[in-house]
């Protein structure tokens, strides 16, 4: 059976050490003018149901540095799930390429997929997770404190995919995850309720005050209010959100060595102040840089 990476409930803490180390090590002894070609031969294909910057890009970039091929195209180009089913696509897709990355909205299609596919599936953003965001996050942020034990991780905002995949990240590394938000806007019940199955002992906690959640934060993490497919929400979230901007003044009740990071893309003056996102603190540049070596480890991992 192959090996999927669709959800980090489905990964253990010595895969994520596995997969972070083996990041590392391919980002350290990157050398532009010689890449072995791991996957040579191999290829990936990226279906994609939203717009996308960096893991499109930072994809194609990983399977070309590790001497493989890219093949990209949105669902609705190949009529996913409407001209015909997700199992027949699945079936059909694992004939031509040896491992398919989707970007989609619900999770379920994603789990189809993999139940359907005899070639890994990666999931590249689900409205419920976006693993591989995580994971590089984690790598971010181990490279700067040198360690994830014990690292305080507060996300600002919507319990959306984002957050959640950090939560279940945290958990998995030893870091302690705290989601500030308003009311109403906190994790859906099912994914808390397998967040204490899978991680017993482990709090998730939130909390409705942004400034008494920050306080010793060494990571203050945010995204946009309104992710892709809630645009009609846009307004409505916009109020009920106002109060958990990051700016300086909610940045300044961190910890004195936190950083800022945000997955990208970003609505400044929404989400995050400009001052934060362009500040001494933000690390949002070498975040998405950290987006290709991850992959590139998790190619790796899935294919070899
Ligand atoms: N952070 C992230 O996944 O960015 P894209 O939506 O541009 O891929
Ligand atoms: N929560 C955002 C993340 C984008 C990378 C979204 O789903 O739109």
Redesign the pocket.
């Known amino acids: 059976m192959a090996r999927h990476f669709i959800d980090l409930f489905e990964v253990t803490p010595a895969q994520a050490i596995e997969l972070l180390d083996r990041a590392a090590e391919l980002k350290e002894r990157d050398d532009p003018a010689h890449r072995p070609p791991l996957l040579a031969g191999r290829t990936l294909g990226l279906v994609f149901d939203?717009p996308?910057l960096?893991?499109r890009v930072s994809f194609e970039a990983a399977i070309a540095q590790l001497g493989g091929s890219a093949i990209f195209f949105r669902g609705k180009d190949v009529g996913l799930g409407v001209r015909e089913t997700i199992g027949d696509f699945a079936r059909v897709i694992s004939q031509y390429i040896d491992v398919l990355a989707i970007r989609t909205f619900s999770q379920e299609v994603v789990e189809e997929l993999a139940r359907s596919a005899t070639i890994p599936v990666v999931n590249a953003?689900s409205?419920s997770a976006?693993p591989c965001?995580a994971m590089g996050d984690l790598l971010t942020i181990r490279e700067t404190f040198g360690t994830l034990d014990g690292v305080k991780l507060v996300f600002v905002g919507?319990g959306?995919?984002?957050a959640r995949s950090l939560a279940q990240a945290s958990a998995l590394s030893g870091m302690k995850f705290v989601l500030a938000c308003p009311q109403g806007y906190s994790f859906p019940a099912d994914f808390s309720a397998r967040f204490a199955a899978v991680y017993p002992g482990v709090s998730l906690e939130i909390d409705h005050d942004p400034v008494r959640a920050v306080q010793n934060a060494d990571v203050v993490y945010t995204?946009?209010w309104a992710?892709?497919?809630q645009e009609a929400e846009a307004e409505i979230r916009r109020a009920a959100f106002a109060p958990f901007r990051v700016d300086e003044a909610l940045l300044a009740q961190a910890s004195r060595r936190a950083i800022f990071l945000h997955?990208?893309?970003a609505r400044r003056g929404e989400e995050v102040a400009s001052t934060v996102l362009d500040g001494p603190r933000s690390r949002v540049i070498p975040q998405a840089g950290n987006r290709l070596h991850f992959q590139k480890a998790l190619l790796l991992w899935l294919l070899i």
Do not use: A, E, F
């Open positions: 939203k996308s960096r893991t953003l409205d976006h965001q919507d959306n995919n984002v995204d946009v992710s892709m497919g997955c990208l893309p």
